[in-house]
């Protein structure tokens, strides 16, 4: 009975009702428990930590561009300067039916509704639908209170003047900052210092106007002034154009100079390309030709050989060079342009009728060491200054690398190289009596407060004495008179002085000479000089003197600039040299 009492009293089920609320109680007792230690987690332990959960998602941070500062020309004329703009975006999540806001946004924007669809179709909280477009669009999208549709601060690059100086210029990125030329090389001067603006937002995105915010406002970038005049610049690039197309020219660049500050007033090339939309034009026609393209000048180059001599005291204007027919150096022979007999020319005849013959004669009485020194002095072998994206120092072989070939290249302007600019400034150097000043682009800047910086000084070196530079002008009169090869770059009531350049050019798919390189550069007035122009064209089809095509083009811009300048014309008269002598 015992044993069987005890089998029996394990299976049996508790039945008294007092036990049975004790257990219910005990159970309710522990969940109340854990409510009571969650809701105080949640109230007290957690509360910090969800409040600040929840102010973050109503939270929006948005970038407050900083206004891009303009460049302008000399006289203050926009070239490049900064407008509003808006960007619209889309939180995917909150745009309900993308199908019907497409249809909303198309006609504004301009866009076919599927393309819009696509990208208001999805589960991102930030995407791109339009960018820059006008603070008057954005009006027009916001009045139609779209879900999930917002606006981006933001600003577009504009250039009021079209491609005008576009190589120059240069051209900005999506990001608003600098690709390419003086917006590349002044970039962070003219981007300035962004800002943003946190606020918090309703549960359909729009700001909740009582609400806090804070503003770290940005900080405008800085506008750039050039010493370029947007009106010679103009015809500059008006006249080089043309005369592309007509010589049928790979291209052409043209730089004025003022000599006297090495302010540089035009720096046209053609072709160019719109820095509104530089993804239309090659990739060869977006960079300045001007500064990156480099070659061979040929006679333009005879300059530097002369003034090194007359300053060295190696020849006079007068002395006397017997010229042959055909010059034997170092196994090779040369020649002049066009064939002739035995010649007999004073120095400055040498010079007026381009004879490369006689170049070397006068190179050699002067000797290697001396010219490459001369040579370097003008600033050859290195960058002219301009700091523009891309500029090319040109080439100069070490004077220990020159064997009587190179000597006699050099001597009449092959076998070394040099662009545009630097051979602006070799002709401004002797224009403004032997000193070379350095070229410069940039007049100077002004801050958000208007106040104007000028630019640093530029570095001046004198290279020939002012009795030499004084005698080279005179003698570089001949060039453009009647006796001279470049008589279709006279200008009217002033005196002219000037070079040409007919070199064979180095083409780089051959690695060989093929075509020409023209060129003209001068100066005027000859006697006080106030502009220096170059003229380069790459490659004519049509002709290929430098005068013949490069002369008519310095004579219109020349005499452009020296009108709007104020130039007044000459009041004297050029000295008689002579260009032969009788053996």
Not at 64 to 82: K, N, Y
Not at 279 to 303: F, H, L, M, W
Not at 542 to 561: D, E, W
Request: with cysteine; hydrophobic share 40%.
């Amino acid at each position: 009975m015992t044993q069987a009492r005890r089998r029996g009293g394990t299976s049996r089920r508790v039945t008294d009702p007092r036990r049975r609320l004790v257990a219910v109680g005990i159970l309710v007792g522990m969940v109340m428990s854990l409510f009571a230690g969650r809701l105080l987690q949640l109230q007290g332990v957690e509360a910090a930590a969800y409040a600040a959960t929840a102010e973050a998602e109503r939270l929006r941070t948005v970038t407050m561009p900083a206004t891009r500062g303009a460049i302008t020309d000399v006289h203050g004329i926009a070239l490049a300067t900064t407008v509003d703009a808006v960007n619209v975006t889309a939180d995917q999540t909150q745009v309900g039916d993308p199908v019907a806001v497409a249809a909303a946004l198309a006609p504004v924007l301009g866009e076919p509704i599927k393309t819009l669809r696509d990208l208001l179709d999805g589960d991102l909280r930030f995407a791109y639908i339009a960018k820059e477009v006008t603070p008057r669009t954005w009006s027009t999208i916001e009045s139609l209170r779209l879900p999930g549709i917002y606006s981006e601060p933001t600003a577009k690059r504009v250039y009021p003047q079209g491609e005008l100086g576009a190589a120059l210029l240069g051209f900005v990125g999506s990001d608003g900052h600098g690709l390419a030329g003086l917006e590349n090389s002044w970039d962070r001067e003219l981007a300035g210092k962004d800002g943003q603006i946190t606020y918090e937002s309703a549960a359909g995105g729009r700001r909740i106007p009582s609400a806090d915010s804070e503003t770290e406002e940005s900080v405008p970038g800085v506008d750039v002034q050039l010493t370029i005049d947007r009106d010679i610049q103009f015809i500059a690039e008006r006249a080089i154009r043309s005369k592309v197309l007509e010589a049928n020219a790979d291209s052409g660049t043209v730089v004025a100079m003022d000599p006297r500050t090495g302010e540089v007033l035009a720096l046209a090339t053609y072709p160019s390309f719109d820095p509104r939309d530089p993804t239309q034009a090659p990739a060869a026609d977006r960079g300045n030709r001007a500064v990156a393209e480099i070659y061979e000048p040929g006679s333009t180059s005879k300059v530097m050989t002369m003034a090194a001599a007359l300053d060295a005291g190696a020849v006079t204007p007068t002395t006397k060079i017997e010229v042959p027919p055909i010059l034997y150096r170092g196994g090779d022979d040369f020649h002049d342009h066009t064939p002739h007999g035995t010649l007999h020319l004073t120095a400055t005849g040498v010079l007026a009728e381009s004879s490369n013959i006689g170049a070397i004669l006068i190179a050699e009485k002067l000797g290697n060491e001396a010219l490459y020194s001369y040579l370097r002095k003008f600033g050859i072998g290195s960058t002219s200054g301009l700091d523009i994206p891309g500029e090319s120092a040109g080439l100069l072989p070490n004077v220990k690398d020159w064997g009587p070939t190179n000597a006699a290249t050099i001597a009449f302007g092959q076998g070394l190289s040099l662009n545009a600019v630097q051979s602006t400034s070799v002709f401004a150097t002797i224009a403004n009596g032997g000193v070379r000043v350095e070229p410069t682009v940039v007049a100077g800047t002004s801050g958000p407060d208007g106040s104007f910086t000028p630019a640093p000084p530029p570095q001046r070196h004198r290279v020939v004495t002012a009795k030499t530079a004084r005698t080279l002008r005179e003698m570089m009169e001949t060039v453009v008179s009647d006796q001279g090869t470049a008589p279709m770059a006279q200008i009217p009531g002033y005196r002219v002085a000037g070079k040409t350049g007919t070199a064979q050019r180095v083409d780089e798919s051959c690695g060989c000479y093929r075509g020409y390189t023209a060129s003209f550069i001068g100066f005027a007035p000859a006697d006080k000089p106030a502009v220096v122009v170059s003229v380069t064209l790459q490659d004519p089809k049509n002709g290929h003197y430098g005068g013949v095509l490069g002369g008519p083009v310095f004579k219109r811009v020349t005499s452009f600039a020296l009108q709007s300048r104020q130039v007044p014309p000459t009041s004297t008269s050029p000295p008689s040299m002579r260009l032969t002598y009788r053996p």
